[in-house]
């Protein structure tokens, strides 16, 4: 009886602590978050003790949105920051990074057209005109952003706003006011090259 005591004490230390490390993280990003407050319009929100913080405020006069999310790919869990802009462009297209977008797409993607950036890495570019896709990749402002923004996994250009999705190791790093205002600086660059 005593050994089935500790066995369940030891239990229940052990969940105490990845909870608690859990909401540390947590609450380090609720930080982080907060500069958004500080900067923009806008509030963050926590709907539970560890539960993943997001903001939801307007930039320019425009909804943004910046939420947190995970996958299991393989082995390994991957966060993402996930970025909803409502600032509408007149093109409605894709860029991808090749290696993410290969690993979520059934299709194959050495089809699609190819730019790469000063640092070797590949994107496709999705448009429903092949066309206007190649002039598309030869404008300055589409590579200044490939060249400028970090882990990115996707950005969505469109009538009715910007979706973007990056990758983050670090969510606490990632959600500094510093890098979160560079990459809304180079999101903002883009879709004002296509308005």
């Keep these: 009886m005593l050994y089935v005591l500790i066995f369940v004490l030891v239990l229940l230390s052990v969940w105490g602590l990845l909870l608690y490390v859990r909401k ?17 319009e806008g509030k963050v929100i926590r709907r539970g003790f560890a539960a993943r913080p997001f903001f939801y405020g307007k930039i320019n006069g425009h909804p943004l949105t910046v ?32 290696g993410w977008l290969a690993k979520h797409r059934a299709q194959k993607v050495d089809v699609l057209p190819e730019m790469e950036n000063d640092y070797g890495q590949k994107f496709a570019l999705i448009h ?12 300055q402002a589409v590579r200044d952003f490939i ?13 009715t706003g910007i979706i973007c ?19 809304f600086d180079l999101i903002k660059m883009l879709g004002d090259a296509f308005k």
């Design 24 to 40: 540390s993280q947590w609450d380090t990003i609720h930080r982080n978050l907060l500069d958004l407050e500080d900067h923009y």
């Design 67 to 98: 939420n947190i999310s995970s996958e299991k790919l393989g082995d390994e869990r991957l966060n993402y920051f996930d970025i909803s802009w409502g600032i509408p462009t007149s093109e409605t297209f894709t860029i991808a990074e090749k």
């Design 128 to 139: 429903k005109d092949q066309d206007k896709a190649a002039e598309i990749m030869q404008h």
């Design 147 to 159: 060249n400028g923004f970090q882990n990115l996994c996707y950005i969505f250009l469109g009538n």
């Design 165 to 183: 999705e990056f990758s983050a190791e670090n969510l606490a790093e990632a959600s500094k006011f510093d890098s979160m205002k560079k990459r």
